[in-house]
């Protein structure tokens, strides 16, 4: 999707959704090792030519973060996020940092 904000530069939105077992079950499922299937997905919209900002939801967790791709020529790519945004229980928040290199194989 391409949303504008000037029909001149157009902010890309990237929606991913799936379903799944194990950890994307409910939490009372997976805690008793129940089998069950469960909705996922994300949501990324790029707000600047370098920079994300990204919502993702598991049955049980809301995660929001932003993604830097700082240099135009070096593919390296920052990312920070907090995990569990809406859980009920403070002591299972979490941040997460990641930094990411590409390269290509062929």
Do not use: C, H, R
Not at 30 to 47: I, P, R, T, W
Request: charge should be negative; hydrophobic fraction near 50%; aromatic fraction near 12%.
């Amino acid at each position: 999707f391409n949303l504008t904000v000037n029909i001149s530069k157009p902010l890309p939105l990237i929606v991913s959704a799936g379903v799944g077992t194990g950890a994307f079950s409910s939490p009372e499922d997976f805690q008793a090792d129940k089998e069950s299937v469960n909705g996922f997905g994300s949501v990324a919209l790029k707000v600047l030519p370098y920079a994300s900002v990204i919502a993702e939801w598991t049955d049980s967790d809301l995660a929001m973060g932003v993604s830097v791709s700082p240099f135009a020529t070096v593919p390296v790519i920052f990312g920070a996020s907090m995990m569990n945004v809406v859980g009920e229980d403070d002591s299972s928040k979490a941040f997460l940092f990641t930094a990411a290199y590409g390269f290509n194989f062929l």
